[in-house]
C-alpha cells in the first residue's frame, strides 16, 4: 500500500475469539497493526514484547497496537497468556487481510514482519518494514506518530 491511501475496513477475530473491526479499534485513536510471522518463535517474541514495554508511549500518544499473524485465536491466547502482551491479537488464517495490506509472501509461506501505522480516517501514515530488527517496528510507529 501507499502511504496516503485509505485502508479498507477489515474485521477478524482476536484471541479472546471476540471479532474486531479496524473501523471499531479506530474509534479510540490511531491503530499500529503489525504484522509478524509465528506466534511463539523468538523473533515474534521480542518484537511483540518490545510492543508490549512501550504501552506507556504508545497510550501517551492515543494510539493502540494490534499484532496480527496467521495463527488461529488459540495459539494467539497462549501467546498473550505467556507475554503478558494486552493487547489485541488478531487471527487472519487465510491470510486475506495480510493479502489486502502487502504482508502476504506467495504460496505457503509466513507473513512478512511489516508494521502498519493508520490515522483514524483509515489513511495509511506509514509502512515500516524489517525482518531481523525487532525494535525497528515499534521505534519507528512510535516517531510517525509523535510527528504526525
Not at 68 to 92: H, M, R, T, V, W
Not at 94 to 115: F, Q
Request: charge should be negative; proline fraction near 6%.
Amino acid at each position: 500500500m501507499d502511504v496516503g491511501t485509505k485502508v479498507s475496513d477489515f474485521s477478524a477475530p482476536d484471541q479472546d475469539n471476540q471479532q474486531r473491526s479496524l473501523s471499531s479499534l479506530l474509534e479510540n485513536g490511531p491503530v499500529v497493526l503489525f504484522f509478524y510471522p509465528k506466534a511463539m518463535t523468538s523473533g515474534c517474541t521480542a518484537e511483540s514484547c518490545h510492543f508490549r514495554d512501550l504501552g506507556a508511549e504508545f497510550e501517551a500518544l492515543g494510539a493502540q497496537r494490534v499484532g496480527i499473524s496467521a495463527d488461529p485465536p488459540e495459539k494467539q491466547a497462549k501467546f498473550d497468556a505467556k507475554n503478558s502482551l494486552g493487547y489485541p491479537l488478531l487471527s487472519d488464517p487465510d491470510r486475506a487481510i495480510a493479502k489486502e495490506l502487502g504482508a502476504k509472501r506467495p504460496g505457503p509461506l509466513w507473513n512478512k514482519r511489516s508494521t502498519f501505522v493508520i490515522d483514524t480516517d483509515r489513511t495509511l501514515l506509514a509502512e515500516i518494514s524489517s525482518e531481523t530488527n525487532m525494535d525497528l517496528h515499534a521505534d519507528e510507529a512510535l516517531e510517525v506518530l509523535r510527528n504526525r
